[in-house]
């Protein structure tokens, strides 16, 4: 076997390449496990935004200093550290939330929401957000509301925000 082909595939372990393999194992852990944390989503309640089956990474560390903002995309620690949901921020902590004939209306006021890409004919009586908590609702109202996963979540539950 050629000398250049068997060091290339089978390097000779020296101090460096140990070293090398070790910090790639670290930031690797470091990275991928509590700074950008791979996801795949499923379902479609994101779409037209985010896609079924579609890659992305959780920024984890996007809300440590600030709280999650009125339409932003946040992912939810959903059953435990395995399932996470991909959601929007669409009212905040003591703000009422309803939906008339499908439009948003926030304490009282229709709430213009460009990401909304499909027509949609809920209707949801007025909620006043708890303490602690937002209201979060995906993208995609052309769902029934009944199979639609939504609603208040508590602002710890947050695990961060998608990458792109």
């Known amino acids: 076997m050629n000398q250049r082909i ?4 089978f390097p000779s372990l020296t101090p460096r390449f140990l070293i090398r393999v070790i910090l790639v194992g670290v930031l690797s ?3 991928f496990g509590h700074i950008l944390t791979p996801f795949l989503i499923r379902g479609t309640s994101m779409e037209p935004t985010y896609r079924d089956g579609g890659f992305n990474f959780c920024v984890k560390v996007r809300y440590l200093f600030s709280e999650p903002k009125r339409c932003d995309v946040v992912a939810i620690r959903f059953a435990g550290n395995q399932r996470m949901l991909l959601k929007r921020v669409v009212a905040l902590e003591g703000e ?3 939906f008339r004939k499908g439009k948003l209306f926030i ?3 229709p709430f213009d929401e ?3 890409q499909y027509p949609c004919d809920w209707n949801l009586p007025p909620r006043r957000v708890e303490k602690g908590c937002l209201y979060v609702i995906g993208d995609n109202r052309s769902m029934p509301i009944e199979e639609h ?3 208040q ?4 539950r947050i695990v961060g925000s998608p990458l792109w």
């Open 153 to 156: 979540t508590r602002i710890e």
């Open 107 to 109: 304490n009282g006021k």
């Open 96 to 98: 009422e939330v309803e």
């Open 114 to 116: 460009p990401y909304v």
């Open 6 to 9: 068997k060091g290339f595939f």
């Open 149 to 151: 996963l939504f609603g």
């Open 29 to 31: 852990y470091l990275v």
